[in-house]
């Protein structure tokens, strides 16, 4: 098993020590600030490598002195609080919270030990392509600077370098044309899609696929998660047409084990299980002695309801019409024949119960020497007793007649099971295809009853149809005639058995018997076929094969056992590996109204002559940090090769550090002697305002720029 521990969190570093402020303070050095959705990095431009810290900032007030503090960067982890209360200046992919902006370049400055009152040095920042003028200053497309970086001249002289520009950022992917070292901006696209939305793709799909995960799968988890285990596929159908084979998901899919705790046991010695084991056989014993205590009783009072009912139906002569109504009345019943029913159902009861009773009794006839004394010869206090013998008697019947009954089924069922033993000693093959037949037979109409069941859920099934039909028809009986109906003659509907059947065909949710007897028997059967036919195993019953899981289902999300914490406590990745990349070239899987990477970078290319596409597909540039995950250069190639011509060379180039080159590319511009021409003064900021912006070849252009 290819099982890789989740990371623990890792302690704030400790910010790096910066060179002392005085070299930079009268030479002027750029600010560079690459102002990225995940990470805010910062530095001059004669610096080898930048500071950086996450893009996030947090208010913060100190318990112990109640001081307002403001968090930046790692610092906003330091308490769970402040987490809830965090703020990027990023929404999506347009700059927005302008305050939070403000605070991570205050942190900047204070970094970098400028203590001057203005930042007095020439600053280039990083901003998104086509972004909007209300979020917008003098800044630098990353990826065009990204591009820069890996293709610079080696002296001052200008860029000449061509290419097709492909960023993969945090929030949005663009593709800019790049000729002569210029980027064309009026011909960049981008779909909005990036690396947030691809971590949030796998958070959603683990989140559906682990619904009851025993701990919460955050999103820098699923983050790392997505850079460490997904990959694109050159082709994605084929793959998932691979993963149809439950032993080839079982092979490519990797297994994250996030923390879990292993519940203290506490061990008990030989002396203390024997002694809690007498303890729960002596409660056992009781809640037995009380339950049969209980049963007694109930028993008994209902003899007592029955004969008192008896007794008060027995007495009916000796009140008139209007008297035995009010008697009856006042015992609870509404009319005679509710005692008669009440009277019924306490025999049945009582019938069932002495039957339960008779299994294994095997007591003497007991006397009951006043039931055939006439009534002339005894007192009141003989009625009475001679009324309780024919009760006790009427009952020892019943458990004789129950008996006897109970003793004449088990001799058929004897005589059954020596019939079928003779015709399976004679011919094991014949009785064993037999039972197979009716386990068939019990299986299907289980089955067809399953399945009747749920297309009842479709209004428009046959099934439910047929029932709306049979509960109009109960609505608008058309049993009886016209004259019948309006005279209000006698509902009749009830006298036939088969007319209580109508209710078991449209009340879905009402058990029904016949399942329950069919599962009976399948059950019987199976038994059977277990003990003599030795080619029939348990996972040939129906109830090993309705509670077996299909082995595709199983390997993409295995299963563990109930006591198995660690199993529990893991996530295995196999479609998802690839599902997630695949969103890149197909947005629409993911819910993204908006054309794939592929169809994007053909439509851009479309626009140019033959003879400059060609020069941009010799240098297709890869930069961005999902940029770097696998399997991506061969899918660019293998969606974009068909669709150029045969003769027409391509080449993919990812960049050589696709996290810093952005920031190393606006250094290297910044010390040349073009990025005087591209900026604005602060003069022209206050005369025109920061919609007034230069047009050069790495920033954005909009309507209003300076000449």
């Given at each position: 098993?290819n099982?890789?521990r989740?990371p623990?969190?890792?302690?704030?570093?400790?910010?790096?020590s910066?060179?002392?402020?005085?070299?930079?303070?009268?030479?002027?050095?750029?600010?560079?600030?690459?102002?990225?959705?995940?990470t805010?990095?910062?530095?001059?431009?004669?610096?080898?490598?930048?500071?950086?810290a996450?893009?996030?900032?947090?208010?913060?007030?100190?318990?112990?002195?109640?001081k307002p503090?403001?968090?930046?960067?790692?610092?906003?982890?330091?308490d769970?609080?402040?987490?809830?209360?965090?703020?990027?200046?990023w929404?999506?992919?347009?700059?927005?919270?302008?305050?939070a902006?403000?605070n991570?370049?205050?942190?900047?400055?204070?970094?970098?030990?400028i203590?001057?009152?203005s930042?007095?040095?020439?600053?280039?920042m990083?901003?998104?392509?086509?972004?909007?003028?209300?979020?917008?200053?003098?800044?630098?497309v990353?990826?065009?600077?990204?591009?820069?970086?890996?293709?610079?001249?080696?002296s001052?002289?200008p860029?000449?370098s061509?290419?097709?520009?492909?960023s993969?950022?945090?929030?949005?992917?663009?593709?800019?044309?790049?000729?002569?070292?210029?980027?064309?901006?009026?011909?960049?696209?981008?779909?909005?899609?990036?690396?947030?939305?691809?971590?949030?793709?796998?958070?959603?799909?683990?989140?559906?696929k682990?619904?009851?995960?025993?701990?919460r799968?955050?999103?820098?988890?699923?983050?790392?998660?997505?850079?460490?285990?997904?990959?694109?596929?050159t082709?994605?159908?084929?793959?998932?047409?691979?993963?149809?084979?439950?032993?080839?998901?079982?092979?490519?899919?990797?297994?994250?084990?996030?923390?879990?705790?292993?519940?203290?046991?506490?061990?008990?010695?030989?002396?203390?299980?024997k002694r809690?084991?007498?303890?729960?056989?002596?409660?056992?014993?009781?809640?037995?002695?009380?339950a049969?205590?209980?049963r007694?009783?109930?028993?008994?009072?209902?003899?007592?309801?029955?004969?008192?009912?008896i007794?008060?139906?027995?007495?009916?002569?000796?009140?008139?019409?209007?008297?035995?109504?009010?008697?009856?009345?006042?015992?609870?019943?509404?009319?005679?024949a509710?005692?008669?029913e009440?009277?019924?159902?306490?025999?049945?009861?009582?019938?069932?119960?002495?039957?339960?009773?008779?299994?294994?009794?095997?007591?003497?006839?007991?006397?009951?020497?006043?039931?055939?004394?006439?009534?002339?010869?005894?007192?009141?206090?003989?009625?009475?007793?001679?009324r309780?013998?024919k009760?006790?008697?009427?009952?020892?019947?019943?458990r004789?007649?129950?008996?006897?009954?109970?003793e004449?089924?088990?001799?058929?069922?004897e005589?059954?099971?020596?019939?079928?033993?003779?015709?399976?000693?004679?011919?094991?093959?014949?009785?064993?295809k037999?039972?197979?037949?009716?386990?068939?037979?019990?299986?299907?109409?289980?089955?067809?009853?399953?399945?009747?069941?749920a297309?009842?859920?479709?209004?428009?099934?046959?099934?439910?149809?047929?029932?709306?039909?049979?509960?109009?028809?109960?609505?608008?009986?058309?049993?009886?005639?016209?004259?019948?109906?309006k005279?209000?003659?006698?509902d009749?509907?009830?006298?036939?058995?088969?007319?209580?059947?109508?209710?078991?065909?449209?009340?879905?949710?009402?058990?029904?018997?016949?399942?329950?007897?069919?599962?009976?028997?399948?059950?019987?059967?199976?038994?059977?076929?277990?003990?003599?036919?030795?080619?029939?195993?348990?996972?040939?019953?129906?109830?090993s094969?309705?509670?077996?899981?299909?082995?595709l289902?199983?390997?993409?999300?295995?299963?563990?056992?109930?006591?198995d914490?660690?199993?529990?406590?893991?996530?295995h990745?196999?479609?998802?590996?690839?599902?997630?990349?695949?969103?890149?070239?197909?947005?629409?899987m993911?819910?993204?109204?908006?054309?794939?990477?592929?169809?994007?970078?053909?439509?851009v290319?479309?626009?140019?002559?033959?003879?400059?596409?060609?020069?941009?597909?010799?240098?297709?540039?890869?930069?961005g940090?999902?940029?770097?995950?696998?399997?991506?250069?061969?899918?660019?190639?293998?969606?974009?090769?068909?669709?150029?011509?045969t003769?027409?060379?391509?080449?993919?180039?990812?960049?050589?550090?696709?996290?810093?080159?952005?920031?190393k590319?606006?250094a290297?511009?910044?010390?040349?002697?073009?990025?005087?021409?591209?900026?604005?003064?602060?003069q022209?900021?206050?005369?025109?305002?920061?919609?007034?912006?230069?047009?050069?070849?790495?920033?954005?252009?909009?309507?209003g720029?300076?000449?």
């Amino acid at each position: 098993m290819n099982i890789t521990r989740l990371p623990t969190p890792a302690p704030p570093s400790v910010p790096r020590s910066t060179e002392p402020y005085h070299h930079h303070r009268t030479a002027h050095t750029p600010l560079i600030i690459d102002n990225g959705s995940t990470t805010f990095r910062w530095g001059f431009a004669s610096s080898p490598a930048p500071q950086a810290a996450p893009n996030v900032i947090a208010k913060y007030k100190e318990r112990k002195t109640n001081k307002p503090l403001l968090l930046f960067g790692e610092g906003v982890d330091l308490d769970s609080g402040t987490k809830a209360q965090s703020r990027n200046p990023w929404e999506g992919d347009v700059l927005l919270n302008f305050d939070a902006l403000e605070n991570a370049l205050d942190y900047a400055f204070v970094n970098l030990g400028i203590d001057t009152p203005s930042v007095d040095h020439p600053v280039l920042m990083t901003e998104r392509l086509a972004s909007p003028l209300h979020s917008r200053s003098p800044y630098c497309v990353d990826g065009v600077m990204s591009f820069y970086q890996n293709n610079k001249p080696s002296s001052q002289i200008p860029s000449t370098s061509d290419g097709l520009v492909i960023s993969f950022n945090t929030a949005s992917t663009a593709v800019i044309p790049v000729l002569n070292g210029k980027g064309i901006m009026s011909r960049a696209k981008r779909i909005p899609w990036g690396g947030s939305q691809a971590s949030d793709y796998l958070l959603k799909l683990v989140q559906l696929k682990y619904s009851n995960f025993s701990t919460r799968v955050t999103t820098p988890q699923s983050n790392w998660m997505l850079h460490n285990f997904c990959e694109f596929a050159t082709d994605y159908t084929a793959v998932l047409r691979t993963l149809k084979d439950p032993l080839q998901i079982r092979a490519t899919e990797r297994i994250v084990q996030f923390p879990f705790v292993v519940p203290a046991y506490e061990e008990k010695t030989e002396e203390e299980l024997k002694r809690l084991a007498e303890k729960r056989k002596e409660q056992g014993r009781k809640l037995q002695e009380l339950a049969a205590k209980t049963r007694m009783e109930k028993l008994a009072q209902k003899e007592n309801d029955l004969r008192d009912l008896i007794e008060l139906r027995e007495n009916r002569s000796d009140f008139s019409r209007r008297e035995w109504i009010l008697k009856l009345q006042e015992e609870g019943f509404d009319d005679e024949a509710g005692l008669d029913e009440t009277i019924k159902k306490l025999e049945n009861d009582l019938k069932k119960a002495r039957k339960k009773e008779a299994e294994g009794e095997d007591t003497e006839e007991p006397s009951f020497p006043l039931v055939d004394v006439p009534d002339a010869d005894l007192d009141e206090e003989g009625l009475k007793e001679k009324r309780k013998q024919k009760l006790m008697k009427a009952g020892f019947e019943a458990r004789a007649r129950a008996k006897r009954e109970k003793e004449r089924e088990k001799a058929e069922k004897e005589k059954e099971e020596r019939k079928e033993e003779e015709e399976r000693d004679m011919d094991i093959e014949g009785w064993s295809k037999k039972m197979r037949q009716e386990q068939e037979n019990l299986i299907n109409k289980i089955k067809e009853r399953a399945r009747r069941k749920a297309a009842l859920g479709d209004r428009k099934s046959a099934a439910a149809q047929a029932r709306m039909k049979s509960i109009a028809n109960l609505a608008n009986d058309d049993r009886l005639p016209k004259k019948k109906r309006k005279g209000r003659a006698e509902d009749m509907f009830g006298a036939d058995d088969a007319d209580w059947a109508i209710y078991r065909k449209i009340n879905t949710a009402a058990p029904s018997s016949d399942e329950e007897e069919d599962l009976n028997q399948l059950a019987i059967v199976e038994s059977k076929l277990l003990a003599h036919d030795p080619t029939f195993t348990h996972k040939e019953t129906h109830a090993s094969i309705t509670s077996q899981r299909s082995a595709l289902i199983s390997a993409f999300r295995p299963i563990y056992e109930e006591g198995d914490i660690e199993g529990h406590s893991r996530i295995h990745l196999n479609v998802e590996r690839w599902r997630v990349c695949e969103a890149w070239f197909s947005p629409i899987m993911a819910g993204i109204d908006s054309a794939g990477l592929g169809e994007v970078a053909q439509n851009v290319l479309s626009r140019f002559t033959d003879s400059e596409k060609s020069r941009l597909v010799k240098n297709i540039f890869l930069t961005g940090a999902p940029s770097q995950l696998p399997g991506l250069v061969p899918r660019l190639l293998a969606t974009l090769r068909p669709n150029l011509p045969t003769e027409m060379p391509i080449e993919v180039i990812q960049a050589k550090d696709p996290m810093l080159d952005a920031w190393k590319g606006m250094a290297s511009f910044a010390l040349t002697r073009e990025f005087a021409k591209v900026g604005v003064t602060r003069q022209e900021y206050e005369e025109q305002g920061g919609e007034r912006v230069r047009r050069w070849w790495g920033g954005n252009w909009n309507g209003g720029f300076i000449v």
